[in-house]
């Protein structure tokens, strides 16, 4: 995912969140956003799953890219980091990359030490959370008073207990370190502050075990009657630019 804001004196600071592709796919989402791949002034990173890790330090050493994660989540990607500009954060620490403040907070998933993270610039705030167990009140505390959100609507609880997946699986998808069942992803949003929320954006769903018509009538439930632009990150495609200001 990729994260921009333009300051007052237009000046663009973009981050990448993530990069679960291989360079060549990352190169060609950025391109379809009318990116370049030297534009990208970071890579924050939530955890060592591949699907969030994969290319980040090939991406990283060929663009000369810096990147931030965990030590937890460094130590257990084990990945090849040589040549790579590589920056330690920690829980509640925040951090500047260009015109974008990084705000890390901690989260229950089956992972060595996960973060997830809050981006603001000019008093803009985004909320990310994706790759989550259970709600806790942290969570809702971090993504409180956000002009943005992008929030995992993992799996209808139901369809995942009746797939076709492994015991073993359905229990770590569905367990307390797993992902967002819809219901609990809906509890959040119903939660967190939203009196400056314009935008929110599900992410993360599984193609097996959700329906995308399903996470947007649960959102537009909790959101009823508010002025708040919903969508939906699909795997292929993701979504283009919104703008938040
Ligand atoms: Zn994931
Ligand atoms: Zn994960």
Redesign the pocket.
Known sequence: MLVSAISDHDRRTSIMLDCGFSVKEAERRLARLDMLPAEVAGIVVT?E?G??IRGVFKFARRYGTPVWLSYGTYQAAQADSHGVDIHFCRDDEVFSIGELQVHPYTVP?D?REPLQYCISSSGCKLGVLT?VGHKTDRIVSALSGCDALVLEWNHDAEMLSNSSYPYSLKMRIGGPHGHLSNAVAAEILREVDKSKLKLVIAAHLSQQNNKPELVERLMADVLEGAMIEIGIACQHQGFGWKEVR
Do not use: E, G, L, T
Request: no cysteine.
């Open positions: 955890h799953h699907d969030h998933h992972a790759d």
